[in-house]
């Protein structure tokens, strides 16, 4: 029996990242992006922006894009409900092409979570209108490419759930 | 106690190219900087931005690391976003300059006290939080004769100014409305700054 190894490694989000030419990572880092953390603070074309609370991503996104530059936003679920106005005020209601990566904290394809951060966020995705793509393995990482096109095109934000954690 | 539009008046004539962010009071279209504002082509006006003005200003001057960024903020308004402090000092970008108008009011709800109003020590604050040079004023002549100093120190600066009280809660509705909006700055400003 052929056993697939099913893993989503940093190195195919940073590698996306770079390909679609992003230049900011704004993110405040949760429990399954700590590999992601030492990839990209050795990579040259990505400068990291941390912040305090991740209501202040799409904010510090905001200058970055009228500035020139192509921001990504990576934070967790549990940022994006505390996130709603600056998502509401300084993403839709500007039209700003965000991408954000959002940790899918909770996530099981395997049956019911109990955990609301994953029970609820694709509700207030959908209520918000954004649209969002959903990545697990090394083969789902360009689907990141998807949602640049995606927010280019409607000039809206985008949302990219990764839905497990990062292998080493 | 500094008056708002004497404030925003004396920014202006120093911006010399600076973009300035100005969000409630020192937004506002009758007291604030669209009331005296000489170059608002450079104007970034944020409204009812639950504190992000400053968040917005770093990103902008990560941007354009060779373009002074004025942030002209409100007290109600960083109270909401308390941690941007940390996020702009760890970045630390020079050329961003973050000024304070403590007015100690919700101007826009009634003029209610935010919490802390009197009692909260903004600039050591700032300090603490790590900004590169903090200055606090309260009266208009000592600004006017420290603000060439202000703008030529190394970045990011905090400015607490003192400002008088003065509440506009009209609603929304019957306010006059503003000749430039977020929305023309979004669209008008890359051109006045170029890309980064």
Redesign the interface.
């Known amino acids: 029996m052929t056993v697939y190894e099913s893993v989503l490694h940093p190195t195919s989000i940073v590698e996306e990242l770079k390909k679609n030419k992003f230049t ?1 990572v704004v993110w405040l880092p949760d429990s399954e992006t700590n590999f992601m953390y030492q990839l990209l603070t050795n990579e040259p074309d990505l ?1 990291l ?5 991740e ?2 991503t799409m ?11 192509k ?1 990504v936003v990576l934070i967790q679920n549990t940022g994006i409900f505390e996130s709603g ?2 998502i509401r ?2 993403a839709l209601d ?2 700003q092409p965000l991408v954000m990566l959002i940790g899918y904290r909770g996530w099981s394809r395997h049956g019911l979570t109990n955990d609301s951060a994953a029970r609820f966020i694709e509700h207030i995705l959908h209520a918000w209108g954004i649209t969002y793509f959903l990545i697990e393995t090394d083969d789902d990482a360009d689907r990141i490419s998807l949602a640049a096109e995606e927010a280019d095109r409607t000039q809206k934000p985008v949302a990219v759930l990764v839905g497990s954690e990062f292998g080493a | 106690m500094i008056n708002n539009t004497d404030a925003v008046r004396l920014l202006d004539s120093k911006r010399n190219g600076a973009v300035i962010v100005p969000t409630m009071n020192a937004g506002n279209v009758r007291m604030g900087l669209p009331s005296v504002s000489t170059h608002d082509e450079l104007d970034f006006p944020l409204s009812g931005c639950m504190g992000k003005a400053s968040s917005v200003g770093l990103g902008l001057a990560l941007a354009h690391p060779e373009r002074k960024i004025m942030v002209l903020d409100g007290d109600g308004s960083l109270l909401m976003n308390l941690g941007t402090m940390v996020t702009v000092s760890n970045k630390a970008p020079d050329n961003l300059i973050h000024f304070l108008f403590d007015n100690g009011i919700y101007a826009v709800t009634g003029g209610q006290p935010v919490p802390g109003a009197g009692q909260a020590d903004w600039k050591l604050l700032a300090e603490g939080a790590g900004y590169a040079a903090t200055f606090s004023f309260d009266n208009l002549e000592d600004l006017t004769t420290s603000i060439d100093q202000v703008l030529a120190a190394k970045g990011p600066v905090f400015v607490h100014l003192v400002v008088e009280p003065e509440i506009d809660n009209t609603p929304v509705q019957f306010r006059a409305p503003a000749r430039r909006t977020v929305h023309t700055a979004i669209k008008k400003l890359p051109e006045a700054i170029g890309r980064g």
């Open positions: 900011h400068d922006v941390p912040v305090c609370r209501g202040e904010a510090i996104a905001a200058g970055l894009w009228v500035g020139g530059k921001p106005d600056s005020g300084l500007v039209h």
